[in-house]
């Protein structure tokens, strides 16, 4: 199968790779990620209006230009090479998808709005109970009169203290549906926090929170398909983002090995290292693999989608694990230093193994997916 990419989309990564190159420093962003706000504004509205990433794979009619996955992935794997925390995943990937599907002049306007870089989201799906199900949830929304009302507490919100607009799940008396709550609504109470690879999130609670009525988006109580595809669509993107980072921490492992001498030779020339570095490529091929299926997959049949998330979730937390340990390993006790970019790197890898569930969650999820069905 031909995996290269089409002359617009090598023209889209090499446009994407080189703004970062030139205008995205990693000693910055990591003081960025530390401090105030947790990101670069300046940064967000530059992928919108000089790189144009932010509406690349949304449709025409909301100001994008009509790509689709094979776009989101080069667009997460040049970001994730450069150790991006700016909220792309959350808010292009996880809040355009739901807000496409969801559809209406709310949703549109929210589009327009993530195109332009003014719009940013934050996905409130998990709570204390519900482990990886996103169906398993408590917070509820009644309606009274022309609004509806919330109640309950989300964890893990990633992206939350810099998001503009909130999509909150919430059940109904019809079921499970997806709500968008401004930030600052009255009654909604964020908690923030640093993550280990230095990103923002908040845990929410919601205490009466009133939002209109067309804060409700798409039909009530049919929100579960809709966001199952958002999951799967999340994985796909962080596979990318995974094996991007990936390629980053193997080369400049394989730089360090060949500069770095012990006993008046370069480490690099002893075999053993050697082998260790080989295996750290066959991890990332994997990887590889794993993202291009579960990319092409995404407009298959919702079963077939399935089973390739999962297995490409299983796939790239082995690598990610396997690579970043050794990488650190690799680089002796410098490697988890903040001076040095491979524990900056490591720490990203480590999230992207657990974020929308770890390895062991999704081999249990594939081995579901593919049992036969019992004769009758």
Same mark, same amino acid.
């Given at each position: 199968?031909?995996?290269?990419?089409?002359?617009?989309?090598?023209?889209?990564?090499?446009?994407?790779?080189?703004?970062?190159?030139?205008?995205?420093?990693?000693?910055?962003?990591?003081?960025?990620?530390?401090?105030?706000?947790?990101?670069?504004?300046?940064?967000?509205?530059?992928?919108?209006?000089?790189?144009?990433?932010?509406? +690349?794979?949304?449709?025409? &009619?909301?100001?994008?230009?009509?790509?689709? +996955?094979?776009? =989101?992935?080069?667009?997460?794997?040049?970001?994730?090479?450069?150790?991006?925390?700016?909220?792309?995943?959350?808010?292009?990937?996880?809040?355009?998808?739901?807000?496409?599907?969801?559809?209406?002049?709310? +949703?549109?306007?929210?589009?327009?709005?993530?195109?332009?870089?003014?719009?940013?989201?934050?996905?409130?799906?998990?709570?204390?109970?519900?482990?990886?199900?996103? &169906?398993?949830?408590?917070?509820?929304?009644?309606?009274?009169?022309?609004?509806?009302?919330?109640?309950?507490?989300?964890?893990?919100?990633?992206?939350?203290?810099?998001?503009?607009?909130?999509?909150?799940?919430? *059940?109904?008396?019809?079921?499970?549906?997806?709500?968008?709550?401004?930030?600052?609504?009255?009654?909604?109470?964020?908690?923030?926090?640093?993550?280990?690879?230095?990103?923002?999130?908040?845990?929410?609670?919601?205490?009466?929170?009133?939002?209109?009525?067309?804060?409700?988006?798409?039909?009530?109580?049919?929100?579960?398909?809709?966001?199952?595809?958002?999951?799967?669509?999340?994985?796909?993107?962080?596979?990318?983002?995974?094996?991007?980072?990936?390629?980053?921490?193997?080369?400049?492992?394989?730089?360090?090995?060949?500069?770095?001498?012990?006993?008046?030779?370069?480490?690099?020339?002893?075999?053993?290292?050697?082998?260790?570095?080989?295996?750290?490529?066959?991890?990332?091929?994997?990887?590889?693999?794993?993202?291009?299926?579960?990319?092409?997959?995404? #407009? =298959?049949?919702?079963?077939?989608?399935?089973?390739? +998330?999962?297995?490409?979730?299983?796939?790239?937390?082995?690598?990610?694990?396997?690579?970043?340990?050794?990488?650190?390993?690799? *680089?002796?006790?410098?490697?988890?230093?903040?001076?040095?970019?491979?524990?900056?790197?490591?720490?990203?890898?480590?999230?992207?193994?657990?974020?929308?569930?770890?390895? #062991?969650?999704?081999?249990?999820?594939?081995?579901?997916?593919?049992?036969?069905?019992?004769?009758?």
């Amino acid at each position: 199968m031909d995996f290269e990419p089409t002359a617009e989309q090598q023209l889209l990564r090499d446009t994407v790779t080189d703004f970062l190159t030139a205008r995205y420093d990693l000693e910055k962003s990591r003081a960025a990620a530390r401090v105030g706000s947790g990101w670069q504004p300046e940064i967000w509205r530059a992928f919108a209006e000089e790189v144009g990433i932010l509406g +690349a794979s949304l449709p025409e &009619n909301v100001g994008g230009f009509d790509g689709g +996955a094979v776009e =989101t992935m080069l667009i997460a794997e040049a970001l994730g090479a450069a150790l991006v925390v700016e909220p792309y995943v959350d808010t292009v990937v996880v809040g355009a998808g739901l807000l496409r599907r969801a559809g209406g002049a709310r +949703a549109e306007t929210l589009l327009r709005g993530i195109t332009s870089g003014t719009v940013v989201t934050a996905f409130a799906a998990l709570e204390a109970d519900s482990g990886y199900d996103l &169906n398993r949830v408590s917070t509820t929304a009644r309606r009274e009169g022309d609004s509806w009302v919330l109640d309950g507490a989300k964890i893990v919100v990633t992206s939350a203290p810099l998001a503009t607009h909130l999509l909150i799940t919430a *059940h109904t008396p019809a079921g499970l549906s997806l709500f968008v709550v401004d930030a600052g609504t009255a009654g909604l109470t964020l908690h923030p926090y640093r993550t280990i690879d230095e990103r923002r999130a908040a845990d929410i609670v919601l205490e009466s929170v009133r939002v209109p009525a067309d804060a409700l988006l798409g039909t009530e109580g049919a929100v579960a398909d809709s966001l199952a595809t958002a999951a799967d669509e999340a994985i796909a993107a962080i596979a990318a983002e995974a094996v991007g980072a990936m390629r980053r921490v193997l080369a400049d492992t394989v730089d360090y090995a060949k500069q770095r001498k012990q006993f008046g030779v370069p480490i690099g020339s002893f075999q053993v290292l050697q082998h260790r570095m080989v295996d750290m490529h066959l991890e990332l091929e994997q990887a590889v693999a794993a993202m291009y299926l579960v990319t092409l997959k995404l #407009d =298959t049949a919702p079963a077939e989608r399935a089973r390739a +998330a999962a297995a490409a979730k299983a796939t790239i937390g082995r690598a990610a694990r396997f690579i970043g340990q050794h990488a650190v390993q690799l *680089h002796g006790a410098m490697g988890m230093t903040e001076e040095l970019s491979i524990g900056h790197y490591f720490k990203r890898l480590t999230a992207l193994e657990y974020e929308w569930g770890p390895a #062991d969650h999704h081999i249990a999820r594939y081995a579901a997916l593919t049992k036969p069905v019992a004769a009758q």
